[in-house]
């Protein structure tokens, strides 16, 4: 069984900055990219950021220089930096497993962590 723990969600002011944790177990880490993806309320799940088993990144173009996507192989652990953060930022955040490299598609990914809510207040 595979579990993501999230952490580092919560509300901040616009203009400031979160970082998320996402813990893996129950798989090799290091073998697995990750992804980061957000849903508002009323909106589809979206695709911010991921990074592949090799330390390659991609981002959304809405969240370049604002989001940073990194990995720690050795603690099981991605993240997401977030800066510079506005109220269209709230939504549920969610990081997602899949094997090997990376995709922007939500259905390509097998396995998800339960999400944590970002608020950003104006």
């Known amino acids: 069984q595979v579990q993501l723990v999230k952490s580092g969600g919560g509300l901040v002011q616009a203009g400031g900055s979160l970082r998320l944790s996402c813990v893996v177990s129950?798989?090799?880490?290091?073998?697995?990219?990750m992804a980061w993806f957000r849903q508002a309320p009323g909106k589809e799940r979206e695709f911010l950021a991921a990074?592949?088993?090799?330390?390659?990144?991609y981002y959304a173009d809405f969240v370049k220089g604002r989001f940073t996507i990194s990995r720690d192989n050795a603690k099981n652990t991605g993240f997401l930096q977030m800066i510079s953060l506005k109220p269209d930022d709230t939504a549920v955040y969610y990081c997602?497993?899949?094997?090997?490299?990376?995709?922007?598609?939500?259905?390509?990914?097998?396995?998800w962590g339960q999400g944590t809510q970002v608020t950003v207040s104006s």
């Open positions: 997602a497993l899949r094997y090997l490299d990376y995709d922007v598609g939500v259905r390509n990914y097998a396995y």
């Open positions: 990074i592949s088993s090799g330390g390659r990144t």
């Open positions: 129950g798989r090799t880490f290091s073998i697995y990219a």
